[in-house]
């Protein structure tokens, strides 16, 4: 791997750990100040509802920009600043300004997410070396959520919620300094003025009219209405089974065995991304699916780390497909479009499982099993119609411009 890509995983790493601890720094700082872990709620909410809106957006933009180093690194900069003014601000200035603050940083989030996996193509080149890319930058996402909200936790029991939400920001700082050392200019490529520029529909009409792109887009979205709800359930089911506060030890079980899938069963190049995908959605369906039934919480916490392995190698595969298929000058667009989606499926899903909590826990995790199997055989049936398409080459599978043409693959 280059040392351009190397610098990449530091900021990914760092921005995504910063964007995992949001969740519970807010909650924890709205509880230490208010007195309401509701406040924080909403703010997290504000927080978290521009991502699909933003995103084709941001797609755009980065795909059109003159100066995408500025831009990235731009994004995550404002993203950290949100997060320090909501760290001085959450429970001090009046709530219609800390909300903006919120959504004002929630704009920025697509490019932690979707934006930065869309500068992989432009770092590594094609073939074997950039799929076990794609798989180092899964990585960062379960990394992250594994070491994140523990950090948070840490800090806050052995100091306040302040420091918790100085670390996520320093964190943030870290991932715009790295992010504007990254080689994003492509010697060989045409300028982004050069070429047309793409709608900013044309990424949701890519995902649909590309079968690959809209297989795995249609089935991770409807898997991650499941991811959703899998933490309330998580926390409902060890409470039937005798241990209320042992949610969170099945979380972190799932997220451990994600960060392990992804970094082994993540790797493999020697089998199609698609085959990968359903296999993992079937495999993390089958084992929270025997989990709803064990009768203690180590039996449970095993088969949740089970599922965490098979869910890993998903966002690899993934990351790969949108790599490999999204069209010239549109790559952008297709991954934070993607995220975002998949992002509005998890808040849907924490939604449910929140409406029809008074259900039996076993069953709530059933219906969170049955939706990953019937997102592997959504993305059969989908990803069977019609004949197998080329992927894409050239200059879109390794330029972050967006240029139409074609080039020599890969070229960083």
Not at 180 to 192: H, I, K, M, N, S
Not at 245 to 257: E, H, S
Not at 274 to 288: C, D, I, K, S, Y
Not at 364 to 379: K, N
């Amino acid at each position: 791997m280059s040392g351009g890509f190397g610098r990449y995983l530091g900021a990914a790493l760092a921005a995504r750990f910063a964007s995992e601890g949001m969740g519970m720094a807010v909650v924890l700082l709205a509880l230490e100040r208010t007195g309401s872990a509701a406040h924080g709620a909403f703010v997290l909410t504000a927080w978290l509802a521009p991502h699909v809106l933003a995103a084709p957006l941001a797609g755009a933009a980065a795909a059109r920009t003159r100066r995408p180093r500025l831009f990235h690194a731009g994004a995550l900069a404002g993203f950290t600043v949100a997060t320090a003014a909501l760290a001085v601000l959450l429970g001090r200035a009046p709530w219609p300004a800390v909300l903006a603050v919120a959504v004002l940083g929630g704009t920025c989030g697509p490019m932690v997410t979707g934006g930065l996996s869309s500068l992989v193509a432009s770092l590594v080149p094609e073939g074997p070396g950039r799929d076990r890319a794609y798989g180092w930058d899964a990585s960062t996402y379960n990394a992250a959520a594994v070491t994140a909200p523990a950090a948070v936790g840490t800090i806050t029991a052995l100091a306040s919620a302040g420091p918790a939400m100085a670390l996520l920001t320093t964190s943030g700082a870290l991932a715009a300094l790295l992010a504007a050392t990254l080689p994003y200019e492509d010697p060989g490529a045409a300028r982004p003025q050069d070429g047309p520029r793409a709608g900013l529909g044309a990424g949701l009409a890519a995902l649909w009219r590309v079968r690959e792109l809209r297989a795995v887009t249609s089935a991770t979205t409807l898997a991650f209405v499941g991811v959703g709800a899998l933490t309330t359930g998580s926390v409902l089911l060890a409470a039937e089974l005798g241990s209320p506060g042992a949610g969170g030890v099945l979380m972190t079980a799932f997220a451990v065995g994600a960060l392990t899938g992804s970094l082994t069963l993540g790797r493999i190049t020697s089998v199609a991304p698609g085959r990968l995908a359903r296999w993992a959605m079937a495999g993390t369906g089958a084992a929270l699916a025997a989990a709803a039934f064990t009768p203690s919480v180590p039996v449970t916490a095993a088969l949740f780390a089970v599922a965490g392995v098979c869910d890993g190698p998903l966002l690899t595969a993934t990351l790969r497909i949108r790599s490999r298929y999204a069209p010239d000058g549109l790559r952008a667009q297709v991954f934070t479009l993607g995220a975002g989606l998949k992002l509005t499926a998890a808040s849907a899903g924490a939604a449910l499982v929140g409406l029809t909590a008074a259900a039996p826990a076993w069953t709530l995790l059933l219906g969170i099993a049955a939706l990953q199997l019937a997102a592997a055989t959504l993305h059969l049936l989908v990803g069977a119609r019609g004949p197998v398409r080329e992927p894409v080459t050239g200059m879109s599978a390794g330029s972050p411009t967006g240029v139409s043409g074609r080039g020599t693959p890969g070229a960083p």
